[in-house]
Structure formats: C-alpha cells, structure tokens
C-alpha cells in the first residue's frame, strides 16, 4: 500500500516523528469498487479504477485513479482520480472529478486516438 503524507513539512534529512491517528474504515479494495461502479455509471462503460493510494493529510482519503480502454487502441492509465473518505466512503467531489476526467479525455486521450487513426489507416 502506498501512503502519502499531505501537508506535513518534513526536514530534508535527519529523525522524522509524526504523531497521526486515523481510522480506515473503507478498505482500498472497497473504495476500488465504488469508485470503478461510478466510473461506468457515470462517466464511460470503459473505464475502471486501479489500486488506490491512502493520502493522509486534513482528512484520510484513498485516492484511487482511473484509466480508459479501447478495443483497438489499447489502455490509457491514469485519466483522473476519484477521492473516496477513508472513514465514512464517501465518494468526493464527484463534479469536479467528472470534469477533469472528461478534460483529459477530451484533451490526450482524444489527440492520440486521432493520430493512431490517421497513422495506422492513413487518414488525413
């Protein structure tokens, strides 16, 4: 599992102590699975979710980050992410969430399956 401290100033080298305490009441592979029924309901029928990262930081969230498949141009990681609260599962921001994906779709995902297209069927 990866864990991300947020918002703790750390000194370059020498002894680091943190005093944290937090509970996890949503597993990783729970908010894996919320996040990826929402990406399919709410955003695509082909994208998913992948592994969450726990950032700990104002509030414990897992940050689980999405990707795109297509059948002939393969898998895009990394698309967006969705924040889902560590203690109540909460699903957060989902708006903004939604947006950022859909802009990065529209943006990368888009400009490159144009230029697979144009490439491998010498399309203008």
Avoid: C
Wanted: aromatic fraction near 6%; proline fraction near 4%.
């Amino acid at each position: 599992m990866t864990i991300i401290l947020d918002n703790y100033t750390l000194p370059k080298t020498g002894h680091v102590e943190l005093n944290l305490s937090f509970d996890i009441v949503i597993s990783a592979e729970a908010a894996k699975r919320q996040v990826n029924k929402w990406l399919m309901e709410e955003v695509s029928t082909q994208m998913g979710a992948d592994t969450p990262t726990l950032i700990v930081g104002r509030r414990t969230v897992w940050r689980v980050p999405a990707h795109i498949s297509f059948p002939h141009a393969g898998r895009f990681d990394n698309v967006g992410f969705v924040e889902v609260d560590a203690a109540t599962g909460e699903l957060l921001e989902l708006d903004n969430a939604k947006k950022a994906i859909i802009n990065y779709l529209e943006k990368e995902v888009k400009h490159h399956l144009r230029s697979t297209v144009t490439s491998t069927h010498g399309l203008p």
